[in-house]
């Protein structure tokens, strides 16, 4: 509830108000991910994963891949995958994707020309505002890739390349 002039506020309304729920989730150092060729697969963030996660909206043991924030209302969300070096990609693409199936715009699919990756590629995921009903909707950061056999999605120990993360309630509906 918004208070008006003269109301009192509810109490949620003044904590989101100065410390708004977030979440961030880093793939610790070394950490690697398989990601097979032409499929999609979602980013698992275990343990020592989280730098930042204020209403326990992340777990590092069950469904370590989402986000499920508990309160209904409207999220920025963004991310980071970095795919590694390798000289056969045809396609490499990271993106964010609500409830286990509906790929959410914008997606990061860089030009390869060549096929060509000489070093690490980070797919940088462009923040998406998404709504959440605060009970079962989630998010998840999703990577893929075409080329002729598995990856690793990896994270390097200078965190020069790893994965990233990141959910910050705006507003309630």
């Known amino acids: ?23 961030r989730l880093v793939v610790p150092n070394g950490v ?20 930042l996660d204020t209403f326990d909206w992340h777990s590092e043991a069950t469904n370590t891949t989402r986000i499920t924030p508990t309160v209904a209302g409207w999220c920025d969300v963004w991310g980071t995958v970095p795919f590694a070096s390798r000289n056969d990609y045809i396609t490499q693409a990271a993106f964010l994707r609500m409830n286990g199936a509906t790929a959410v715009a914008p997606a990061w699919k860089p030009p390869l020309s060549s096929g060509l990756v000489s070093s690490t590629t980070m797919g940088n995921v462009p923040t998406a505002t998404l709504f959440f009903n605060g009970s079962s909707d989630y998010v998840e950061l999703c990577g893929q890739h075409t080329n002729t056999a598995a ?13 990233v993360f990141e959910l910050r309630f705006r507003m309630k509906p």
Do not use: R
Request: with cysteine; hydrophobic share 45%; glycine share 8%.
């Open 32 to 51: 690697t991910q398989p990601m097979l060729h032409n499929t999609v697969t979602a980013i698992a963030f275990g343990a020592g994963s989280k730098v």
């Open 1 to 23: 509830m918004v208070a008006g002039a003269g109301e009192l506020a509810d109490w949620s309304d003044v904590a989101y108000g100065l410390a708004p729920p977030s979440v």
């Open 151 to 163: 990856v690793q999605v990896t994270t390097v120990a200078s965190f020069q390349y790893s994965c």
